[in-house]
């Protein structure tokens, strides 16, 4: 059975390789920084092999990203959110035990 979501993993994969290649990183760079191995971030680049989660954090990091800056690049928002992500992010953050930041509070300031 094929992948229902393969075309939106390859989206992300390219996402991430153009992000690379516009901040001037190299592959090498990119296997240095991110303990992966400069074959596999081509592989995964050019979609021989499917990007994982661990893929995209780790890519993340070394390109000094944070992972859902690479989702919101290669997903824009095509509709409006069903719920209200601010508050959903204060409930989860309530739910595993973590501070939860003033309703003025700069937005980034709840991804940390």
Known sequence: MADPYEEEIRRLAKTIATV?????????ALAASSGLPAEEIRALFDGSRKLEIVHVLALAEALHAHPAE????????????PIDARE????????????????DADPDDLMQ
């Open 88 to 103: 959903l992010i204060v409930k989860i953050r309530e739910h595993h035990g973590l501070p939860v930041p003033d309703d």
């Open 20 to 28: 690379a290649e516009l901040a001037g990183r190299s592959v090498e």
């Open 70 to 81: 690479l989702f919101l690049v290669a997903f824009p928002r095509r509709h409006q959110r």
